[in-house]
């Protein structure tokens, strides 16, 4: 098994174990891509930098500004929109002089996450009160190579202590296993039981183990309806 986009490698998750053979890495592997997988469900976004551009449409609600996510570097970037609304994306935007990208100053490895119309330029976008039968289709399209441009730091320490405990839960005494919100239904099998009636408990739970929620906390995509 091989991970794809895992946010940190098998050495170091046989180090921070104390393990120096490989007679493990097959679950090591398994541990890291479900860590890192749980990471991005939790953020709302992915953490790795894709490395082929590839195209995503948006319906812009605003004529000069355009929520587009994680874009990781302006190579391989084009803007187009659909001006006439009949499905073609048929006018392409130059950066700087039709667009810039935003944040102008970007933190600790950011990505680009929205795109402003400058000069003459504006987004199409449906009218306040459509008629029926009025034309949805996403207005803007997007090819970039989305992600982000470097894994922050904050990811790869939650995905240590994530994949840690993907590891390890398989030989922990409580058996947990997770149903609805945030509930987790524990059999207890501790030593002084065995022989007798099982004994099932509920208990509310973090999603992710606390200490790896607190480190990306502040990477998580909120959406307010």
């Known amino acids: 098994m091989t991970v794809t986009h895992g946010y940190i490698e098998v050495d170091e998750l046989r180090d921070l174990l104390r393990d120096q053979l490989t ?3 097959h679950e ?3 541990a890291i891509g479900a860590a890192s997988r749980s990471i991005d469900d939790y953020c709302g976004r992915h953490f790795w ?4 551009a590839s195209a995503r449409t948006f319906r812009p609600d605003r004529w000069a500004l355009v929520w587009c996510g994680d874009i990781s570097s302006t190579t391989g970037l084009v803007v187009k929109t659909d001006d006439d609304r009949d499905g073609t994306y048929e006018t392409t935007w130059t950066i700087d002089t039709d667009f810039l990208m935003e944040p102008f100053e970007r933190m600790n490895t950011a990505p680009y996450e929205r795109i402003s119309a400058v000069g003459s330029k504006v987004f199409p976008v449906p009218a306040d009160k459509p008629a029926r039968g009025a034309d949805r289709r996403p207005g803007v399209q997007i090819t970039a190579l989305w992600g982000w441009p470097d894994v922050p730091s904050e990811v790869k320490a ?3 202590i994530v994949s840690v405990d ?7 005494m409580h058996v947990a296993s997770t149903y609805g919100n945030d509930v987790r239904v524990a059999r207890d099998q501790s030593p002084g039981l065995f022989g007798r009636k099982t004994r099932f408990s509920r208990l509310r739970a973090p999603s992710l183990n606390p200490e790896a929620e607190a480190l990306i906390a502040s990477l998580r995509v909120t959406v307010v309806a």
């Open 23 to 25: 007679a493990y890495d």
């Open 49 to 52: 930098k894709e490395t082929v």
């Open 28 to 30: 090591y592997e398994r």
């Open 166 to 172: 993907h590891f390890k839960a398989k030989d922990l």
């Open 158 to 160: 939650a995905c240590a």
